[in-house]
């Protein structure tokens, strides 16, 4: 893909008034213990380096002493908060390992693991700034994805949990020469359905970075999930094809496999099948969706020209007129989302009928 399909840098759009009262109404806006600008008051850093040697672009950083420990109490507090009830029994048993700052991509996010010393099992939470953008994308994933993900945001700071799978570029490189044959076959299946699913939430720069590989292991067989980790591209680009991760030259792997193991009639069935779950899923959350929808129809979070461009690029993919008379991407995306559930309904009766 060309790479001027997509902007050298989306502005950070800010959470609106009534995006934040949504967040409020399904729990997503609780008050925490540490803000984004707390952990920018670092030191120093040193580069973290993969196991390969290769540069990571994460930077370890470092605190003055008398607010290091001020820091690491208030993180293991916003751990507790993501993932339990908030009680602070097990807060005597958690240590922060390290904190890591990106300044590589637009969120420049850091990354903190924390390890139960009792077992040392360890995880990961990342602490953001908020984007109203990024926001729509989480909420959107946990709601017509088969993926809950949890997140948390109070004032200009977002907290995530870690999504768990080995990114894309990394197991093209090191694992996909041990999938055996039934396996890419299973992974294909996944990917057509990942890319349909993105297309039609509008989820776009899925390049093989941006999305991680999760092998599930049945009994007599491996299942493999792909995973969205990054979503500041929601509804922001005017050209389709940034919202189709077939069209990115990271994933021409994937594509060929697909194409080397996958008939177009199963192809075909697949996306069918996503669009069905999809719609599913709209009707399931049809008020929390309805009320996202209006959040980002009485929100700016693109531009008039990339609107317009979605707008007649869905329009010539559709044929449904209904596109030609949106004026942002929230009315854009209610129009896709009422396309998709309208054709599972009509399909669903024909079936019926017949």
Known sequence: ??????????????????????????????????????????????????????????????????????????????????????????????????????????????????????????????????????????????????????????????????????????????????????????????????????????????????YVIVASYDFDQVEYRIRAMDFDQQSFEGNLKVYFPQFFKENYPFVKMVTENLQEESIEQYKREERSAIARRLRGYQVRVNALISCMINDKISTTEKINELKLDLFEYTKDKKFKKCKSMGEILKVAFAFVTRNYENVNAYIIHK
């Open 1 to 210: 893909m060309d790479e001027k399909l997509i902007s050298k840098k989306k502005p950070a759009y800010p959470i609106n008034e009534q995006l934040y009262n949504y967040l409020t109404d399904y729990n997503r806006n609780i008050k925490i213990p540490v803000f984004y600008e707390d952990l920018l008051r670092f030191d120093g850093g040193v580069e973290v380096y993969d196991k390969n040697g290769d540069d990571t672009l994460w930077i370890r950083v470092y605190y003055a002493e008398h607010e290091r420990d001020e820091i690491d109490l208030s993180l293991k507090r916003m751990y507790l908060i993501l993932h339990g009830d908030g009680t602070e029994d097990s807060l005597p048993f958690l240590t922060i390992d390290g904190i890591d700052y990106c300044t590589f991509g637009n969120s420049k996010p850091f990354r903190v693991k924390i390890r139960n010393i009792l077992n040392d099992n360890h995880t990961y939470i990342y602490v953001k700034k908020a984007d109203a953008s990024r926001v729509y994308g989480l909420e959107l994933e946990h709601i017509l994805s088969p993926n809950n993900i949890n997140f948390l945001i109070y004032k200009e700071t977002l907290i995530e949990e870690h999504v768990l799978g080995v990114p894309g570029d990394q197991f093209l490189t090191e694992n996909m020469d041990a999938v055996s044959i039934r396996g890419k076959k299973r992974l294909s299946k996944e990917f057509v359905k990942f890319n349909e699913r993105c297309m039609i939430r509008l989820l776009g720069d899925m390049r093989s970075y941006n």
